[in-house]
């Protein structure tokens, strides 16, 4: 294929430019603020799910509460009712008394146990509601830095972005300035193999993990300089150097 000495030198300086196109779009796939995202958002689900977790007992506790409180004023009432009769003492005899302030004392020690365990679901609930509160500001500890790392992700993409299409637009704009053959021929070898152009050394050897036979090898040295090689298996253009 015809190709002039300027059209070999800037098909080398594209196929660098798309070497640099290569490296900033691995770079974008693989910024480390993806992995810190991805590890922050999972801490953040994590921390949510336990906190839902505690957040939960809370509404059995408040039962339990109301329940011991309505119990308490069943015995109470009981009390007083009983206590009320114990002092009139109308109609009873002693024994029937004793029996009488034995059920009072037994309302009462009732009445003693469901306190108890009324004030220590009200610990419980005091613990949950510390735990629910801390659990808050853990939260918004959390988000804070998954957002903060949400912004430096947008950055730092909007940056390596804006870097491809600077280089994209000086791509443009060299292979504009070769001839559209030379430039089909390279773009073909690129989507067959990705090797697009090597460089023969006046040794024979080439660069890009290429290997040429030896006839290969004398029919390139045998080229005039305006004329470049096109491999067999690859399509890549070989461009002589030196």
Same mark, same amino acid.
């Given at each position: ?11 080398? $300086?594209? %196929?660098?430019? +798309? ?16 992995? !810190?995202?991805? +590890?922050? #958002? ?5 921390? /949510?799910?336990?906190?839902?977790? /505690? ?5 059995? =506790? ?10 308490? !004023? ?8 009983? @206590?009320?009769?114990? $002092? %009139? ?9 004793? *029996? ?11 009445? &003693? &146990?469901? #306190?108890? %365990? ?10 949950? #509601?510390?735990?629910?509160?801390? +659990?808050?500001?853990?939260? !918004?500890?959390?988000?804070?830095? /998954? ?6 992700? $947008? +950055? ?5 972005? %804006? ?7 000086? /791509? ?5 300035? =070769? ?26 050897? *080439?660069?890009?993990?290429? $290997? ?5 090898? !004398? @029919? ?18 070989? *461009?002589?150097?030196?």
């Amino acid at each position: 294929m015809k190709a002039s000495a300027e059209d070999q030198n800037l098909l080398i $300086d594209l %196929s660098s430019i +798309d070497g640099d196109l290569q490296r900033l779009r691995h770079k974008l796939a693989n910024l480390p603020v993806y992995a !810190e995202l991805t +590890d922050a #958002e999972h801490a953040l689900k994590e921390h /949510r799910s336990a906190a839902a977790a /505690r957040a939960a007992r809370k509404e059995p =506790i408040e039962a339990t509460i109301a329940e011991a409180e309505t119990k308490v !004023e069943q015995l109470t009432a009981a009390i007083t009712r009983k @206590q009320s009769q114990l $002092d %009139s003492g109308e109609g009873m005899d002693s024994r029937q008394l004793m *029996v009488l302030q034995g059920e009072i004392d037994g309302f009462k020690e009732s009445r &003693d &146990d469901v #306190e108890m %365990s009324q004030l220590e679901a009200m610990e419980q609930l005091e613990a949950i #509601e510390a735990d629910t509160a801390s +659990d808050k500001a853990e939260d !918004e500890r959390l988000d804070g830095a /998954r957002l903060a790392l949400v912004k430096r992700k $947008d +950055d730092e993409v909007a940056g390596v972005e %804006s870097e491809i299409a600077g280089v994209q637009e000086n /791509r443009s704009a060299l292979a504009s300035r =070769i001839a559209p053959p030379l430039v089909e021929a390279y773009e073909e070898s690129r989507m067959l193999s990705g090797t697009g152009v090597v460089i023969m050394r006046p040794d024979g050897t *080439v660069d890009g993990g290429l $290997d040429l036979s030896l006839i290969e090898i !004398e @029919q390139i040295k045998a080229m005039a300089a305006d004329e470049v090689y096109l491999t067999e298996d690859t399509g890549a253009v070989v *461009v002589r150097q030196g």
